[in-house]
């Protein structure tokens, strides 16, 4: 069984930064598309940012399009992503998920939950 586990979420400023990582064990990085989801109370799972199993394309949101930056370092075999200019609005449980074997980026962004493998999530919260 696929593992990933994340971490880095807590509570920042607005305008403040935040790096998550996502470490996954039992299979390596390389091997699949990884994607960032999130979900805030009340609201759709949605799709942050994927990055290809080759690491050569990337997909973000609109909404964290310039400020966020999905990243992997094979060696560690563990995926990134480099949070800038919080907002309140990016408050959410922040989720890494790994795809079925050959799904595009396109793809793995809109990934439903009953698909590919999934860490147990951290939070984070933008707040003053």
């Known amino acids: 069984q696929l593992q990933l586990v994340e971490s880095g979420g807590g509570l920042v400023q607005p305008g403040g930064s935040l790096t998550l990582s996502c470490a996954a064990s039992r299979f390596r990085v390389d091997y699949y598309a990884i994607g960032w989801f999130r979900q805030a109370p009340g609201k759709e799972l949605e799709g942050v940012s994927c990055i290809s199993r080759s690491g050569g394309s990337t997909k973000y949101a609109d909404s964290v399009k310039g400020r966020f930056t999905i990243s992997r370092d094979n060696a560690k075999n563990t995926v990134y992503l480099q949070m800038n200019s919080l907002k309140p609005e990016d408050t959410a449980l922040y989720y890494c998920?790994?795809?079925?074997?050959?799904?595009?980026?396109?793809?793995?962004?809109?990934?439903?939950?009953?698909?590919?493998?999934w860490g147990q999530g951290t939070q984070v919260t933008v707040s003053s």
């Open positions: 998920a790994a795809g079925p074997l050959a799904i595009s980026v396109q793809e793995m962004c809109v990934m439903s939950r009953n698909r590919g493998y």
